[in-house]
């Protein structure tokens, strides 16, 4: 894992959360090389015990504007509460309107789930 | 198989005879070894070697996983089986090649995730415009009403047609298909100086797939990372059970105290089973469940069947003085088994519920953890699901 270029940029939290460092490791690598966001950045929320991803989303003709979305991993392994997920968006400044929780699995799949604050309606 | 500038693709999973023929031929092998034709026999004993292709793969601890970043051992572990991962693609390492797709051809790419980008992106314009229409009808229907006090059907014209798109009839637009262009943006003056993309993708296997390559098929070696030394078979051992610790260096010791109930073995059990018997096991991550299994491979057809790890302690005792709390070790609710039973059945999978049965410690001495051996003493039993409507299931 050394020699991969995203090592570089996360060696210290890797270091600092290494139960989470697999989730980061792959997520991260996921949404910069995979999904091609730009800007990112990566946030440290000590009161999830893990590091966070923002960033921006390609975007496509149908959506409003460029979004600035934030990605927490996590990994099929653990288990998470709603308190830790209230953590997650307390942590973050600006506080989002909606978070997105990463759950990734040892063969690398990742599945994405949109986490709201409270019952949003869904788009048309 | 190149998937750079294909010149034929499928269309969904109807394929043509001829498509058949050659995913066939490309993924004729089960498993990695193979056995060649004998070319001469002696009392009816063949007597050539089966061919076994030595893989070399390199274990992660951070991620607990094995790494296979020379291609052409990728390449084969995937053909063969259907072993690993890409880690930046959907099944197969397609990355570079998506990359470089994306530089010669903007967006006409054949690898199965351009294939799936490109129809998501249709279905998404399909429905903009169904929502437009049935907006814009509606509204056509209040206006009718309101000036002239007459009813209207809204998503029927005078003449009997229909206004509102369906999905059985309508056809992208040229201009939505130009817009689904590749984020790059190559200036027209760029290709003459476009350096090599490096490969940032490798095959990733899972600990049950790669303790299976080395361990029930031979032929994988796995290397430490920083020593690049090989592991013997007891370091893997050792090194697979403790990968559950978090750390960024492999524990070579034994586990102390060892446990049957062990996260990787029990896993394990589960994989090696449906592995022996013919099936090619994958994540099933994305279903709810733990593996799901396929009669041939992915590329053949959707998997059957979705398995549910379930551990079940012969000893009670075990579980409460046990450090681990294994996933579904405790009784299911019936709400969240009629859920994952809900999920997998809207994709025509049938559940399975696959119960590992953990030996007790006061009948079997722990120190037979000390070797795969412990394996024997193990069960596994299934129960299939299958939700049963009396009035409609009548055959």
Redesign the interface.
Known sequence: MQNHPSYPVLSQLLAKYPATGGALFQVYNDLTLAQRWTDVEVLDLPACKRAAIKGQRPTTDTDRGPSICVVVPCSLSESISTSWLRAAFTSLDPLPSEIYVAITSEDTSTVYYKISQGIVKPPV | MSLINQTSHSKGSFKSSSRRAETARVYAHPIPIIFPEPTYKFLGLSLTRPLNPHCTAVF?P????AWISNSGDATLLWQRGFF??????RSEPS?LARQINARQMKGKGFTSEEITAKRR?ER??FK?DR?KAMAAAAAEAETAFNEQGRVIAPGIAPDGTRIIPSAATWKPTSASVL?EQS??DVAPGEEEDIEPIKD??HL????Q?AFFLVWALDCLTILH?ETNMSFTLAEIWNTFQNA?I???VPQLNAPSPPRFDN?FLVSYIAYHHYRSLGWVV??G??FCVDYLLYKRGPVFQHAEFAIVVIPVYEDPEDQANSPF?L?NAEPFTWSWLSTINRVNSQVQKTLILSYITIPAESRVSPTILSSPACFAHYSVREVVLRRFIPARMRD
């Not at chain 2, 951070?62 to 996983?65: A, D, E, G, I, V």
């Not at chain 2, 690993?84 to 693609?89: E, H, I, N, T, Y």
């Not at chain 2, 990733?204 to 600990?207: C, E, H, T, V």
């Open positions: 992660d951070l991620t607990r996983s690993g991962k890409g880690d930046l693609s990355w992106a998404k314009q903009l929502a817009s984020p790059l940032l993708e990733q296997l899972s600990l797939e990372p559950h978090p750390s960024s996260p994958k994540s991550i994305k709390t996933q």
